[in-house]
């Protein structure tokens, strides 16, 4: 059965690959990934999943790299789809802070935030996902919890 293109809207998208291509501070990345092409104006379409994939993967590369850089940091951040502000309550700055390191407008990210996204980057090239759930959580309220220990 054929789909709908969602650039021409014809009814003409064929299985294919297409190779990704991604520059990040310097480093290119890329990966020949399943797509749909449209047999018409020739636009791939690929999955949500796979482009996600792609680019956790480069993020993960960056740090096995040593790349600590704005630029290696703003798009591990977006890899993770966690916002600027997110990401500024999870290390404690302020949100203008990440916004200074990711444009290189002040000295580079400290490298403990890179080793912080590259555990969240194999967090979730597993399955997990820690990073959205802890940027999503407010700071604690005072509380009290029962804790029951083994044995």
Not at 65 to 83: H, N, P, Q
Not at 137 to 144: C, E
Request: with cysteine; aromatic share 6%; proline share 5%.
């Amino acid at each position: 059965m054929n789909k709908t293109c969602p650039h021409c809207e014809r009814s003409t998208v064929a299985s294919a690959t297409h190779e990704l291509s991604r520059r990040i501070a310097g480093v290119t990345f890329r990966a020949t990934v399943p797509a749909e092409l449209c047999t018409s104006c020739e636009t791939p379409v690929i999955a949500d999943a796979d482009l996600q994939r792609f680019e956790l993967l480069a993020a993960r590369e960056l740090v096995a790299m040593g790349v600590y850089t704005g630029d290696a940091a703003r798009f591990m951040r977006k890899s993770l789809e966690i916002t600027a502000a997110q990401l500024a309550e999870l290390v404690d700055v302020a949100p203008e802070t990440v916004s200074r390191w990711e444009t290189g407008k002040t000295e580079a990210p400290p490298r403990a935030l890179f080793l912080l996204l590259g555990f969240f980057v194999a967090d979730r090239l597993e399955g997990r996902d820690r990073a959205s759930t802890l940027a999503q959580h407010t700071r604690p309220r005072q509380a009290t919890v029962e804790l029951k220990l083994a044995g």
